[in-house]
Nanobody, 123 residues
Framework: QVQLVESGGGSVQAGGSLRLSCAASGYTNMRPCMAWFRQLPGKRREGVARIAGNTPTYANSAKGRFTISRDNANNTLTLQMNALKPEDTAMYYC??????????????????WGQGTQVTVSS
C-alpha cells in the first residue's frame, strides 16, 4: 500500500523560503508521476508542480520560484519554494500517480495523497 508523508511546512515572511519533503513508501519497481498540490479552505485543490521521471513541469504560479525534485534512492519528493508570497499560503499536499507519465493536473489524475502540511506566508 502506497503511503505519502509530507514534512517541512511552517510560517515564513514574504520573500522567504521553505522546503517541503514527501516520503513515499509502497511503490515497487516504478517511478510514478508525482506532484505537489495546494488548497485553501473552501477552494479547489490546485496543482503546483509535477514530475515525470526527472522532468518537471510547473503551474504558472510556481514558475521561476519553486523547484520540484525527487531522490529515487531515498523515495523522497521535494518542493523548494523561494520568493514566497502571502498568496502562497495554503495546505500543501504530496500526490502520487499510477503511471510514469503525468497525465493531467487535476486531483483526479492522482491516486495517492499525503495528509498535507501547512504553509503560511506573512506580509
Amino acid at each position: 500500500q502506497v503511503q505519502l508523508v509530507e514534512s517541512g511546512g511552517g510560517s515564513v515572511q514574504a520573500g522567504g523560503s521553505l522546503r517541503l519533503s514527501c516520503a513515499a513508501s509502497g511503490y515497487t519497481n516504478m517511478r510514478p508521476c508525482m506532484a505537489w498540490f495546494r488548497q485553501l479552505p473552501g477552494k479547489r485543490r490546485e496543482g503546483v508542480a509535477r514530475i515525470a521521471g526527472n522532468t518537471p513541469t510547473y503551474a504558472n504560479s510556481a514558475k521561476g520560484r519553486f523547484t520540484i525534485s525527487r531522490d529515487n534512492a531515498n523515495n523522497t519528493l521535494t518542493l523548494q519554494m523561494n520568493a514566497l508570497k502571502p498568496e502562497d499560503t495554503a495546505m500543501y499536499y504530496c500526490a502520487g500517480g499510477d503511471d510514469f507519465y503525468c497525465n493531467g493536473w487535476g486531483p483526479s489524475d492522482f491516486r495517492y495523497w499525503g495528509q498535507g502540511t501547512q504553509v503560511t506566508v506573512s506580509s
